[in-house]
């Protein structure tokens, strides 16, 4: 396969390092260009909808900025209130020079009670992220891979990333 130019609608270090840790892994050769877009959704999307659209205006802010790549993407995490309590996702939409475009969620994660009441409150979870370990020196290894999970959302993202990647390099078999 050929190298690929990316543009990424983001200047987020750790969701560029995470799209790079996917490509390598599929074996997929690109140059990234990040870029700096607005989401168009709250700073904290509280939905599914909120999230998926802020993928998407994402990609295509994006694309609209560099238009000389292969595709554009877009990546938003969010929340969503089920019947048990908010859950933490990933969308992730692609847009390519065709005018193909897909979109793809990451699986979902119930959130612990301490996110539960932050988001009740309507408060940001990335302001209240040193709240939910209260001693440092005693924590359980379960506890602190919750608080990975909700610091760096690195599973949400990478699951999204991957599943949409491999949707769209093999979009000829879906």
């Known amino acids: 396969m050929q190298k690929i130019k990316i543009a990424i609608g983001t200047t987020s ?7 790079k840790e996917v490509l390598k892994e599929l074996k997929v050769k690109a140059d990234l260009i990040s870029v700096g877009v607005k989401s168009g959704v709250p700073e904290q999307p509280k ?17 609209e900025k560099v238009k000389d ?9 969010g929340y969503h209130k089920e019947q048990n309590g908010y859950e933490m996702f990933c969308w992730v939409t692609i847009i390519d020079k065709n005018g193909y475009q ?3 969620q990451s699986h979902k994660f119930l959130l612990p009670k301490y996110y539960q009441d932050v988001l009740e409150k309507d408060f940001y979870v990335n302001e209240h992220l040193d709240g ?5 020196k005693k924590v359980l290894y379960a506890k602190k891979q919750i608080d990975d999970i909700v610091r760096y959302r690195k599973p949400f993202i990478e699951n999204a990333l991957k599943h949409i990647l491999i949707r769209y390099l093999n979009k000829e078999d879906f």
């Open 13 to 19: 270090e750790s969701k560029i390092k995470y799209l």
């Open 102 to 104: 897909i979109s793809n």
């Open 132 to 136: 939910f370990i209260k001693n440092k």
């Open 69 to 77: 790549v292969d595709f554009a993407m877009g990546i938003e995490v």
């Open 47 to 63: 939905t599914t909808q909120e999230t998926e659209k802020g993928s998407i205006n994402r990609a295509v802010e994006a694309f």
